[in-house]
């Protein structure tokens, strides 16, 4: 059985982007436009293996999200990986300490994107 990951990005072209590199490496594929789009998915029962989450979006940003949805005892252990334009390092260790594992720069690069996510899920 394929792992399924979550994609939360309010762009739809970069969720596109994201959707197909994992769709193409055997992955099955949620997509949410925000925070708030992604928590009422997971609440609702959808089941993931891992988030990729961008840092700035509309309603609910990346990094409460992540917040949120870490404390909730049943979603608290699904991993989240940062997909990002965000450089700031104050940013990067709130999310540290929120629970992200990993941390990637838009635009990025294919290869590094599979094996980070490889090694998540």
């Known amino acids: 059985m394929s792992k399924k990951i979550m994609i939360v990005d309010d762009s739809s072209m970069m969720r596109l982007v994201v959707h197909n590199v994992l769709q193409e490496a055997g992955y099955n594929i949620v ?45 608290q252990y699904i991993p989240v990986l940062m997909l990002t334009t965000e450089i700031d390092e104050e940013k990067k260790k709130v999310a540290k300490a929120a629970g992200v594992r990993a ?15 490889a090694k998540l899920v």
């Open 103 to 117: 941390w990637m720069v838009k635009p990025f690069n294919k290869d590094i994107l599979l094996s980070a996510v």
């Open 31 to 75: 997509e949410a436009s925000n925070g708030l789009d992604a928590l009422g998915k997971l609440q609702g029962g959808e089941k993931v293996d891992l988030i990729i989450c961008d840092v700035n979006m509309p309603e609910m940003d990346g990094l409460t999200f992540v917040q949120t949805y870490r404390a909730i005892p049943e979603l």
